[in-house]
Structure formats: structure tokens, C-alpha cells
């Protein structure tokens, strides 16, 4: 009896414990739905920023946001999934080479995403733009201070792993038959993989992807002084200039902006747009691995 | 595949030409690929070098300028004090800049004030004491895993042992919702509502502190050490919790004195990668702990962590100076931290794959 009463204790304890995540991920949920509701219409979407930002909407940097994971997109997939071809299909387990990627893309992953923003700072900017700058423009600074193509190449080095990871365990279900089939049909190792293994993890690939994309927007930190703007009157035209960001956004309005209280339905809302767009990024990504896993059962 | 080419070298060999049948045709393409691909794998390791080497880069002027400064120390006599421009090391223009608050402050060196108790970075004499950041540091971290490990722990010992099969499928995914929150989303969830909803249950002063930007952080580790504990749990071998439970051990028990022991280097992984998380958050950090470097042990005052100091200045420092090296050499400490941390649970999860392992044979 007395053991009985211990153990549905415990387990409560247990229960409560999930209940207790579950009803804060509710609570988020409602208060931000609830703040932002009424200010989300198309005018929010479509409109600049007016009246020293306190009024308007946050066209400029839903498109900032866009065209930073746009250009990050296009530098982090093609190494993550060429990495990932590299770990599923070249390297020799054992290797102390393929174990020290291994460890690499683990680092990547557990970095704090200041450190990526600092070394943005350090390398990009100050380093390769710099120079970019004293070769090309004889010094005049151009390419050495903060940009969108800097702030994207450095949140691509923070969603390299994800890419990485999706990739190899999508290429890791591919049956050894079909690449044995190809093989004894003649192809080559690499053609091999460029005709059977890459077409056949195609959907892990967008699932990474994807991912990716929900990452970054997501992230602030690596892009604090590496790009991001306060304000802008205008979208990015070219890969030097600065650009507003969603969660950037969400951050200055809170904190450093004139009138914190008078823009709160300004911040709601766009913290909405941006729970909306990760959301259903990551939903995407969910129902795609889901399919994945199930095909390779 | 391996087979495959062993079965090629047999037959050659019983064909009598060896040599030439188990050598594959050499093709550049192939050849090619390889090498690019094996390049590009490469990056990453090239990567976490270069991130080692630009962080320290920068960080290592605030030693480099003590230098210089002990320099100018012994060789200039006090009454020519007034010559800073003549500096001998100041050769790039960054130094120029860094240089010009530095005269203000004739007798500190940059890094002797790194182990004093007073942030002051912009001040008149600048202190760069980072003993308040770390404690601030220290404060934060602390709450945030005393609230997520217990919870996030418990909350993964209920999915995998008590909760019915069908509840599971659907407690794991949204459990797993909490980690498709932006840290920026929860930080400004914490400013706005959470910062009132604690101050009204415990009636301190300062709206925002240690505790709620704890509470704040622990949210963002939760997944993590949620996730991973409930793999942990999962891939202990179902033997071991049919023997107890055949041998009349109830489920808790089972839970808890069969499974969890044996899940622990697991477990013990999830709360390290929880805890490299709460340690470099940054966004949550500026917005929920109020950002004033004190020190002081109460955990409802106000702190500044190491990263949030990073955040708030380094988009207003002089690029190449003092403070710059010394945000930097901050950062460089947090980046060994979490490298340590990574690597100490690597070893861990290697432990516990191999266990998966045996379990499925």
C-alpha cells in the first residue's frame, strides 16, 4: 500500500512535469497569438516602418530576412551536403580524418551563436572584407564593414551542421542494393553517386534545408554586428549593404526603442510572423523526415 | 561494396592477373571527386580552426598593448608622459584609435583590471573586471539548470516508462515544439510577460534578474536536455526492465533504480549540451536579466553575463581597441568552455551509442 502511494506519487511528479512544459509552450503561444492578432493584416506585411518606427509594418524586414537566408541557403547546402556525401559514402569510420569532422560538425553545433557573430566580425569583416577593400577599391570601404552577405556567410557557418546532419542520415537510408546495383552495372563510384545517391535523398536534402532556413531566421545573435540594421528606408539592393531582420526587430523594438510601450501590438505582431514562419518551416521539415523514416523501414 | 571489390580480386587472382583486375580503371573524374569532396569535408575541421584562431586574433591585442604600455612605462621618463603619439607599436590605424581613450588612464593596464570587481568599460578610467560578468554568468546558469534538468529529466522518464503508447507520440513532438522557438521569440516572451508574472508571485524589486533570465534560459535548454534524455532512456535494452519487472519491481521503481542508472552517461551528455547552451545564450540574456554588472550573490538582482556583454557592446566599441580585445577575449573564453563541454560529452554519447548497439544484437 505504502509502496503503491509512492510510486503514483512519483509518477505524478513525472506527469507534472510534462504538464508543466506542455502549458508553457501553450502560454507562449496564446499570450503572443493574443498580442499580435490584431495588429497582423496586410498593411503590417506590406508597409515600411513609419513615424520613427512606431508606427507601420515590417515589410522591410520580412525581405531582409528573406534574402538573408536566401544567400545563406546557397553557401551552407552545397557544402553541408557535399560534407555529408563525404561522411556517408567516403569515409572510412575508423579514420582518425573522418572522426575529427565529426567531431568539427559537433563543435559547429554546440558553438554559442555570439562566438559566430564575433568571428564574422573578426574574419569576415575585418579580415577578407578589409583586404577586399585595400585590393579592389584601394582602400575605400566598401566591402570592409557590416553587410547582408557577411551576416549571411556567418549564420551559414551556424547552419552548416544542420544541413551536415539531415543530409547524412537521409544519404544512410538509401538500401546498399540500389548503389550495389549501379556498381555492377558499371558506374563508377562517383557517378554512382551523383546518378543514384544524391537524386535518392532529395528529400532529405529540402528537409535540411529547411531546417536550415527556420535556423536562421530564428537567430540574432550571429548577425547583432555583422549586418542587421535598426532602421532602413529602403530594401538591400546590392550584397553591401545592411538589412533589417525579423527577430533584429523584435529585439531593438523591445528594448531600444523610443516608446517600448506604445509599440508592444508592433512587437507582438511581428514576433508572431516570425513563430508563424518558423512553425510552419519546421512543420514541413517534420512531416518530410517523418516520410523519410518511414520509407527506410 | 567492400565484398564486391574482394570478390573482383578473387576472381582476378584465380584468372591469374591480379594485378590488373583488382586495380580498378583509373579515372580522373572519380579520382577528382574524391579529393574535392574530401576537401570540402575538410572545411569544417578548417572551420572550428579559424573560429579558434580569428577569435584569439583579436582578443590578443589587450596583452599586446600591456606590453607596449610596459614599454612606454620603463622608457619614457614621466615628464614626456604627454607623447602618446610617438607610441612605438601603434603602426595600424586601429591602434591610433584604440590608443586615444588610453592616455586618460596613465597608470592601469588594459588586462591588470581584468580580475577586478568592477565592469566599467566606457568610464573615464576604464575597468574591464570581468569577475561581476562571470558571477552573472555563474547566477544565471545555475537557476536555469536547476529548473530544466529536474523537469526536463522527469518529463522524458514519464514519455519513454509511464506514458501510453499513444500519448507518447503525441507528448514527444510537442514537447519538441519548445526548441522551434526562436531564443529571441522567448527572450522578449520573458521581457514582456514572464518578468511580471514572477515579480507578482515573489514581490522582489528589480523587474528583471538572474531568476527570471534563468527561468528564461532554462526554457531554451529544456528540448535539449529533453530530447537527448529521452534517446538516452530509450535505448537502454528492453531486457533490463522486463528482468525487474519480472522480478516484481513496480514500474517506478524499474524507472528509476534499472533504467535511469543505466541510461546516466546518457543523461549526464544531455545536461552537459543544456548547460553549453544556457552558457553562451546571448538574446534571452540581454532582454530578461537587466543587464547591470553587480556583484552580488542574490539571484533576484539584476546581472550581466559574459555574452550578453558581448551583444550589448560590441556594435559600440572602437574597432581594434582595448574593450574590442577584451569582448573578444570574452568571447574566446566562452568558446573554450563550450569546446570543453562538447568534448567532454562526445565521449559520453560514444559510450552510449555503443550500448545501443549491443542492445539491438
Known sequence: MNRNLKDKLIEGLTGISVLIIILVILLMLFIIVKGGWSELNWRFISEYPRDGMTKGGIFPAIIGTALMTLIMTMAA?????????????YANERSVFARTIRFAVKTLAVVPSIIFGLFGLGFFIGFVGKDMDALFRGGELKWGQPNILWASLTMALLTLPVVIVSVEEAIRTIPREMREASLALGATKWQTILKVVIPGSGTGILTGTILAISRGAGEVAPILFTGAAYYLSHIPHSLSDQFMSLGYHIYIMSTQSANVDETQPIQFATTLVLLILTFSLNAVAVTLRYRIRNKAK | MKEMISAGTGAGSMMGRPASFSRKRFRFSDWFAEKFIKFIAFMSIALVALIFIFVFREASPVFRMDAV?????????????????DQ???????HQEASAPDPATPGIKPSSTLLSREWMPVSDEPRYGLIPLFLGTLKVTVIALLFAAPVAILAAIYTSMFARPGVREFIKPLVELLAGFPSVVIGFFALMVLASILQNLFGYASRLNAFVGGIAMG?????????????????????????????GASKRQTAF???LPAAVPGVFAAVILGLGRIFGETMIALMATGNAALTSLNPFESVRTLSATIGAEMAEVVFGGTHYGVLFLIGSLLFIFTFLLNAVSEFYIKNLVVRKYQSRK
Not at chain 2, 74 to 84: D, I, K, N, R, T
Not at chain 2, 232 to 238: C, S
Open chain 1, 77 to 89: 547546402v552545397p557544402f553541408g551536403v557535399i560534407t555529408a556525401v563525404y561522411l556517408a559514402e
Open chain 2, 219 to 247: 526554457l531554451a535548454a529544456l528540448p535539449v536536455i529533453y530530447t537527448l534524455t529521452e534517446d538516452a532512456l530509450t535505448a537502454v535494452p528492453k531486457t533490463y526492465s522486463e528482468a525487474s519487472l519480472g522480478l
Open chain 2, 69 to 85: 604600455k610596459k614599454v612606454v612605462d620603463q622608457s619614457l621618463v614621466p615628464e614626456v608622459y604627454g607623447a602618446v603619439p
Open chain 2, 88 to 94: 612605438p607599436v601603434a603602426e595600424a590605424p586601429n
Open chain 2, 257 to 259: 533504480h534499472v533504467v
